[in-house]
């Protein structure tokens, strides 16, 4: 089993940038559905991208497309958000998550039952 611990969040202005991070201990990374989720206060816990263990695939939740990406460097056992435009609604607690599974399909990556492993959290805040 793999330990999770997510890195980079912050204070930033609407419209700028961020680049979170999620380092991975353990054995066999590699074959790893990896997730991000966030949380914003009193709200629920929610889908925000995942990307298979090949880098085949990926998915986002709606709210992000066309400005975060998922990615990850499997030699390094590392994922990465990269996150632009962002605005106020984006302000939340980052998750991330792993999950032993080879071939998840969008929607199972979407769901957070999917996941068996999570990270601590980190807060990213953006200020209007």
């Known amino acids: 089993q793999v330990q999770l611990v997510e890195s980079g969040g912050g204070l930033v202005q609407a419209g700028g940038s961020l680049r979170l991070s999620c380092a991975a201990s353990?054995?066999?990374?590699?074959?790893?559905?990896m997730g991000w989720f966030r949380q914003a206060p009193g709200k629920e816990r929610a889908f925000v991208a995942a990307i298979t263990v090949s880098e085949s695939s990926t998915s986002y939740a709606d709210s992000v497309k066309g400005r975060f990406t998922i990615s990850r460097d499997n030699a390094k056992n590392m994922v990465y958000l990269q996150m632009n435009s962002l605005k106020p609604e984006d302000t939340a607690v980052y998750y991330c998550?792993?999950?032993?599974?080879?071939?998840?399909?969008?929607?199972?990556?979407?769901?957070?039952?999917?996941?068996?492993?999570w990270g601590q959290g980190t807060q990213v805040t953006v200020s209007s």
């Open positions: 998550a792993a999950a032993l599974v080879i071939g998840a399909t969008a929607q199972a990556m979407g769901n957070m039952a999917t996941y068996d492993t």
């Open positions: 353990g054995r066999a990374f590699s074959r790893y559905t």
